[in-house]
C-alpha cells in the first residue's frame, strides 16, 4: 500500500508528533509545577537554568552518536529516556528528584532533535518535493493536542502524575510500533567525526539564527501560561499557548510552498516583523483578546525559522549533515534552555511584562543574520 519512503516518512513524522506532544506537556504544565513547590519567578529561573547545562553536557553525547550509529539507534534510546524522564517530573517526589528528571529531560530531547533532523534530511532526498517543513508542522500538532489534553487534565483537576503516566504510556506504543520503519543505514559514510572546535562561520551563522529563535520558541513555551495566569488573571492558562501552537502549525504546513513562492530570505524577514509586533501587541495591552492576538502573531513568526534554517544546514560543505545538524542544534538547545531562564530572572527584577522584551531583542536578529548567511552563499556559490 506504502512504498518505503513513505512508510518511513510516517515513521518519522510519529516521532516528530510525539516529541511535540510530550514538550507542550511538559511546557504547559510549569504553571502546576511552580505551585507546587511554591517558586517565585527567579525560583523557577534557577530550575529552568538547569536544562541548558544539561544540554551542555549532551553536547559530545549526541555529536557521538549520531557519527558513530545510525540515526535511528539514539533516536530510540533516548526516546524511551525521555518518556520516562517525563514521568518522573510529573511523579512530584522532591525538588531534587525533579532537578534530575529535568537533566535527563533535557540531554534526550538534544539526542532527539539531532536525530529527527537527520532522518529528515535524508528522507527528503527520496521526494521531489519539500518536506522538512511538514515535519516540523507535525511537531506541531502534536504540540497542540498535548495542550488540548493538558487543558482537561488541568480542568477537571487531574493530577501531574496521572497525566504524565497517560502520556508516558501512549509513546512507548508509538515508539515500539513505529522504530522498525524508520530509515536504516544512513550513518555518515565520510571521515568527519565530531570535534569541539570552531565551526565555520557558515556554520555559526546558523546556529545563531536557531539560538534566537529557540529564545523565542522555548520563552513562549515556557511563560505564555505564566503570563496568561499571572498577568491577565486567566484560571485556564493553557489558551494562549493553544493558540501560539495552533498558529506555528498552520504555518509549519504550508512552508514548503511559502519558501518556494516568496524564498527563505523575505521569510527571515516576515518572521522577524510578526515576532516584534506580537510581543509589543501583547505587552502593551495585556488583558484577554490582544494578549492571544499577539501570541499568535509570534507563533507565526517562528514557525519557518526551524525548518529553513535545516534545509539551509544541509548545503554546509565542512562536515557531514549529522554532525552539521548535531552542531546546529547545540546553539539550538542552549536557546531554547537559555531563553526561559533569563525572562524569569528579567521577571524577578522588573516584572514580566518588562522581561517580554528579550523576545522582541531575539526577533530583531533574524534580520541580519539572515543577510549574512545569503550573502555568504552567493559567494561560494
Known sequence: MFSTPQKQRIALSAYFFLSGICFSTWASRIPTIKAIFNLTEGDLGNLLMIMPASAIIGIPLSGWLVAKYDSRIPLQIASVTFLLSLFSIGWGFSLFGLVVSLILFSISLRIINVAINTQSLSIQEKFEKRIVGKFHGVWSIGGILGVLFSTIMIKYEVSIFWHFLMIMLFGLVIIIGMFPFLIKNDKAKTSNTFKLQKPSKYISLLGFIVFFAAICEGGMYDWNGVYLKEIVKQEVFTYGYLLFMVCMTISRLTIDNLMGRFGMQKLYIASSVLIISGVLIATVFPSLFPVLIGFCMVGFGVSGLYPMTFILAGKAKKYSVPIVISIISTYST????????????????????????????????FIPLSKFVFDHLKKTN
Open 334 to 365: 542552549v536557546g531554547m534552555f537559555l531563553g526561559p531562564p533569563i525572562i524569569g530572572y528579567l521577571a524577578s527584577a522588573f516584572g514580566l511584562q518588562r522581561a517580554f522584551i528579550t523576545f522582541i531583542v531575539a526577533g530583531l536578529m
